[in-house]
Nanobody, 122 residues
Framework: QVQLVESGGGLVQAGGSLRLSCAVSGRTFSNYAMGWFRQAPGKEREFVADIMWYGGRADYADSVKGRFIISRDNAKITLFLQMNSLKPEDTAVYYC???????????????WGQGTQVTVSS
């Protein structure tokens, strides 16, 4: 029902910046957030950040607080992740996802994009 397409990944030196985008098509619900997750080879996929569609409330993993900023354009139905002060440990495939909430609890994402590679060199 919902399709997500990420873009904006690439190769950057440590300390640099990248901006990821996620184009969203289809339908969503008022209790959904849009979020970013990442996965490095051999590691589990981890939460990075998400933002509520309507309220704009944002949440971040501790590892990226102060460096990454999540935002969205509701009119264009597009999600962004501005990544600053990148570190080699940020290297991963970044995935856009639709994240349902039950009350204040984040549930498992049920729609995923194909991912975009971010590589940070030292």
């Amino acid at each position: 029902q919902v399709q997500l397409v990420e873009s904006g990944g690439g190769l950057v030196q440590a300390g640099g910046s990248l901006r990821l985008s996620c184009a969203v098509s289809g339908r969503t619900f008022s209790n959904y957030a849009m979020g970013w997750f990442r996965q490095a080879p051999g590691k589990e996929r981890e939460f990075v950040a998400d933002i509520m569609w309507y309220g704009g409330r944002a949440d971040y993993a501790d590892s990226v607080k102060g460096r990454f900023i999540i935002s969205r354009d509701n009119a264009k139905i597009t999600l962004f992740l501005q990544m600053n002060s990148l570190k080699p440990e940020d290297t991963a495939v970044y995935y856009c996802a639709a994240v349902p909430y039950l009350g204040s609890s984040r549930l498992e994402p049920n729609y995923w994009g194909q991912g975009t590679q971010v590589t940070v060199s030292s």
